[in-house]
C-alpha cells in the first residue's frame, strides 16, 4: 500500500467583534437588544466586584483571590448561552457565571473569607462550586452529561471550563475522551488566558493552537476570539444545540488574557512585560462591547454612569450582606462530614466543643488579669 | 552563619546540592523563572539554566513520573510540588512505581529522588492548600516521608534527603516557612534520615511532635515550665518513616508517660503507629495511658473556622497535666 494521507484537521477562529466594536454582519448572533444588556450588565458587575475584591482583600477582609479580569466576555456570554436545564461545572474564574445563573453575590465573598457556607448556592441549580484542583471538574462534567444521556433529559447539556495550563492534566484528556467515546452532551471551554500562573501557554503545550486538540477526540473544536461576547455566545449555543441533538461534545478554546495577577497572592511582573499586558488592555472585552452598544444605539454615556452607581450599590450591599452574617455555627463541619452520624465523628464533635469552651474559659480568664 | 527563614535554608541546601553534584536536576510548577510560589527556588533557575531547573507543564502525575524515568537514568530529581494538596494526581506513580522500583528490579534500577511540597494548615488558603496527609506516604512501603520543623534542620535533612538511595516525600511545613528565622551554618551540614532529634531531656513525661506541631508543643512546654518545675523531654521526629523507634522507646522506658501532638486527623495516623509501636515495645515501662493530641477526622475547615479546629498549645497542657496526675 503505498503512502496515502488518511486524515487532515485544519483549524478555525471566529471573531463577530473586533477590538474597535466593529460587528461582522456574517457571523451577527442576533441577540435581543434585552440579552445584549443583560450580557453587559453581568460583564460589568464582574470586573467591578473583582475590583472591589482586591481591594477588601488588601485591606484584610478577604482572603487570597483570583480576580477573573479579562476573562468576563468568555465568562458571561457563555452562562448567557446556557439553559436552565444545563449543568455549569465550573473551575475557580468563573463564579460570574454562578452568579448569571442565580447564585447570590455575597456566596463569593463567603468563600473568598474562608467559609464553606459559600458553596451552598441552592439558589442556582445545577450550578457546582469553584474547584481548585485544577482540570479535575472536567470529568465530573462528563459523569454528569452521562446522567443526562441516561435519562434521556431533553435540552440539557454541560458546559465545563478549565484553563490552558489544565489542558496539560491528565484529567483533561481523560475527560475529552470519555466524552467522545460515550457521545454525551458536554461542552468543554478552555479559557486561554495566556498564563498559568508565571508560565506562558507555550509551556503547556507545543501545538499552535489548544482548539486543535479536538481533532484527536474527533470532536467539533474551534478557537474564539474570547474578548468577543458575541463570538463566544455564538459558538456555544452551536455546541449547545449539537449536545441536545445527541451529536455529542465540543470543544472551544476561547483565546483571552488574565489582565491581572494569578491571585492576590502573586507578582506578574516577576514573569512578565508590562508591554504584553498593555497590548490585551487594548483588546479587553468590555470597552468593545460598549462601542457596539453604542453604535447600535442602545447605550449612552449617562446610561453607563447610571449603571455604575447602581452596580456600585449593588456590590456594597452584597459586601454589607456578607460582613453582617454573624451566626456562623462552630461545629457545623462536623455535619458534613458523613450522611449518616458515626460515633467515633460524634465523639469527636463533643471533645471539640468541649475544647472550644475550655479555650473560651482560659480567654476570658487571661483578659480578667 | 546566617540567620534564615525555612525557605531561604531549603534555598540554601538546593543551591549547594546543585553545585556539587550535576546528577541534581530540578522540576515543578513555576519554580524556574517565578522561583516557586513560596520563593523557594529563588535564584536557580538564573544560576543554573532551565535544563536543570525545569518549569514543567501542569501536571502532576507527569511530574513525578518524568522524574521516576531520570532517577532510572541516573540523575536525582528533586521536585516541587506546589503544594501537598496537588499531590494525589500522582499518587499512582507514588505507590505503583517510585516506591518500589528497587523492589521491582531486585536493585537494579532505583529511585534516588526527592518529592518536595509544602503541607499543612494556619495560613488562611483556600481549600486543599491545608492539609496533613502525611499518613499516606507513610502507609507506602518504600517511600521515606520527612518532615522538618526548623530553618537549620530543614536544610540538614534536605541535603541527606537528595543524597538518599531512595525516594524521599519532604514535607515542609508551610505555617513554618516564614514563621521564624535561625542561625544556619554557610558550610555543609546534614542530619540523618530515621533519626529523631531529643530537643530538651526531661524525666517526667516524653512529648513527641513533628512539622509545624514542633511549634504548639514547644509553647507548651514553655508554658508549663514557667508554671512549675517538671521535666518534658520533647522528641522532633524529624523523619516519619521509617521511625526512629529506638529514641521513642528509650525516652518512654525513662519517662513512662507519653503525649503525642499532630495536626492530622487522629484515625490511621502517625499517633496512632506510634502509639502501637510502644505497645509492642515498651508497655510495662508506662505509667499513664497515652495520650495525643490531633485534628478531627475530617476536612481542615476552610480558614473562618480553621484555628479552632488546630491543636492548641493549652490543649497540650491539659493533656500533658492529665497524663502527670493520673
Ligand atoms: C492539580 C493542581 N495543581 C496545581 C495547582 C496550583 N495552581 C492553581 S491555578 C494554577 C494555574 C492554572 O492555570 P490555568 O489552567 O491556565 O488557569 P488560570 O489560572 O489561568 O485561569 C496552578 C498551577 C492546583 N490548584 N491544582
Ligand atoms: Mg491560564
Not at chain 1, 443526562?148 to 483533561?172: H, L, P
Not at chain 1, 471551554?189 to 509551556?203: D, G, K, T, V
Request: hydrophobic share 40%; glycine share 6%.
Amino acid at each position: 500500500m503505498p503512502l496515502e494521507v488518511i486524515g487532515t484537521f485544519n483549524v478555525s477562529r471566529l471573531q463577530v467583534l473586533d477590538h474597535n466594536g466593529e460587528l461582522d454582519q456574517e457571523f451577527d448572533p442576533k441577540l435581543s437588544s434585552d440579552k445584549l444588556l443583560k450580557l453587559y450588565y453581568y460583564m460589568l458587575l464582574n470586573r467591578r466586584t473583582d475590583e472591589r475584591m482586591v481591594k477588601l482583600q488588601r485591606q484584610g477582609r478577604l482572603g487570597t483571590f483570583g480576580a477573573s479580569t479579562g476573562q468576563e466576555a468568555t465568562i458571561c456570554a457563555a452562562t448567557l448561552a446556557m439553559g436552565e436545564r444545563d449543568w455549569f461545572v465550573p473551575s475557580y474564574r468563573e463564579s460570574f457565571g454562578a452568579v448569571m445563573r442565580g447564585m447570590q453575590l455575597s456566596k463569593i465573598f463567603l468563600y473568598w473569607s474562608g467559609h464553606e457556607e459559600g458553596n451552598y448556592t441552592p439558589e442556582a441549580p445545577r450550578t457546582l462550586p469553584i474547584q481548585v484542583i485544577v482540570g479535575s471538574q472536567a470529568l465530573h462534567a462528563v459523569g454528569i452529561a452521562y446522567a443526562i444521556k441516561y435519562r434521556r433529559e431533553k435540552e440539557s447539556a454541560v458546559v465545563t471550563f478549565f484553563g490552558d495550563g489544565a489542558t496539560s492534566q491528565g484529567d483533561i484528556h481523560e475527560a475529552m475522551n470519555f466524552a467522545s467515546v460515550w457521545k454525551v452532551p458536554v461542552v468543554f471551554i478552555c479559557q486561554n488566558n495566556q498564563w498559568a500562573i508565571s508560565q506562558p501557554r507555550s509551556r503547556q503545550t507545543n501545538a499552535k493552537t489548544i482548539a486543535q486538540r479536538a481533532y484527536a477526540y474527533d470532536m467539533p473544536g474551534i478557537q474564539v476570539d474570547g474578548n468577543d461576547a458575541l463570538a463566544v455566545y455564538k459558538v456555544t449555543k452551536e455546541a449547545l444545540e449539537r449536545a441536545y441533538q445527541g451529536q455529542g461534545p465540543s470543544f472551544i478554546e476561547a483565546e483571552n488574557y488574565r489582565l491581572t495577577m494569578h491571585t492576590t497572592a502573586d507578582d506578574p511582573t516577576k514573569y512578565r512585560k508590562n508591554e504584553e499586558v498593555d497590548f490585551w488592555w487594548q483588546r479587553e472585552p468590555l470597552k468593545r462591547f460598549r462601542a457596539f452598544l453604542e453604535s447600535k444605539a442602545l447605550w449612552s454615556e449617562a446610561q453607563q454612569v447610571k449603571l455604575e452607581e447602581q452596580l456600585n450599590q449593588e456590590i456594597e450591599t452584597a459586601v454589607r450582606d456578607f460582613e453582617s452574617q454573624k451566626n456562623f455555627k462552630v461545629d457545623a463541619p462536623f455535619e458534613h462530614i458523613f450522611g449518616t452520624t458515626h460515633s467515633v465523628i460524634e465523639s469527636q464533635r463533643a471533645e471539640f466543643l468541649a475544647e472550644q469552651l475550655k479555650r473560651q474559659q482560659q480567654e476570658q480568664e487571661q483578659e480578667r488579669r | 552563619m546566617a540567620k534564615l527563614n525555612m525557605v531561604q535554608a531549603i534555598n540554601l541546601a538546593l543551591d549547594q546540592e546543585m553545585a556539587r553534584d550535576s546528577r541534581v536536576i530540578m522540576m515543578g510548577e513555576d519554580i524556574g523563572v517565578n522561583g516557586g510560589v513560596f520563593r523557594a527556588t529563588d535564584g536557580l533557575f538564573a544560576k543554573y539554566g532551565e535544563e536543570r531547573v525545569i518549569d514543567s507543564p501542569l501536571a502532576e502525575a507527569g511530574i513525578v513520573g518524568s522524574a521516576l524515568g531520570m532517577a532510572i537514568a541516573g540523575l536525582i530529581p528533586v521536585v516541587e510540588i506546589q503544594f501537598a494538596g496537588f499531590s494525589y494526581i500522582a499518587f499512582g506513580q507514588l505507590e505503583s512505581n517510585v516506591s518500589r522500583y528497587r523492589w521491582r528490579t531486585q536493585g537494579l534500577y532505583t529511585a534516588p529522588m526527592v518529592v518536595r511540597m509544602p503541607y499543612g494548615a494556619g495560613v488562611h488558603a483556600i481549600e486543599h492548600h491545608s492539609e496533613s496527609r502525611e499518613a499516606y506516604f507513610a502507609h507506602t512501603p518504600g517511600l521515606k516521608v520527612v518532615t522538618p520543623s526548623t530553618p537549620r534542620n530543614a536544610r540538614a535533612l534536605l541535603v541527606s534527603a537528595i543524597r538518599d538511595p531512595d525516594p524521599v516525600i519532604f514535607l515542609e511545613p508551610t505555617k513554618s516557612y516564614r514563621a521564624f528565622k535561625e542561625e544556619v551554618p554557610e558550610e555543609e551540614e546534614s542530619y540523618p534520615i530515621g533519626k529523631a532529634e531529643i530537643v530538651q531531656e526531661g524525666s517526667d513525661l516524653t512529648l513527641v511532635s513533628f512539622g509545624a506541631m514542633m511549634r504548639v508543643a514547644l509553647k507548651a512546654v514553655e508554658e508549663l515550665q514557667k508554671q512549675r518545675k517538671i521535666g518534658i523531654e520533647l522528641i522532633d521526629l524529624l523523619t516519619i518513616s521509617p521511625l526512629d523507634i529506638d529514641t521513642l522507646c528509650t525516652s518512654v522506658k525513662k519517662t513512662g508517660r507519653l503525649v503525642i501532638v499532630q495536626e492530622a486527623p487522629g484515625s490511621f495516623s502517625v499517633a496512632s503507629e506510634i502509639i502501637a509501636l510502644i505497645n509492642d515495645k515498651a508497655l510495662m515501662s508506662l505509667k499513664a495511658p497515652i495520650k495525643r493530641v490531633t485534628g478531627y477526622d475530617m476536612v481542615i475547615p476552610y480558614f473562618f473556622r480553621e484555628e479552632m479546629y488546630l491543636p492548641h498549645p493549652e490543649q497540650v497542657v491539659r493533656a500533658i497535666e492529665e497524663t502527670l496526675s493520673y
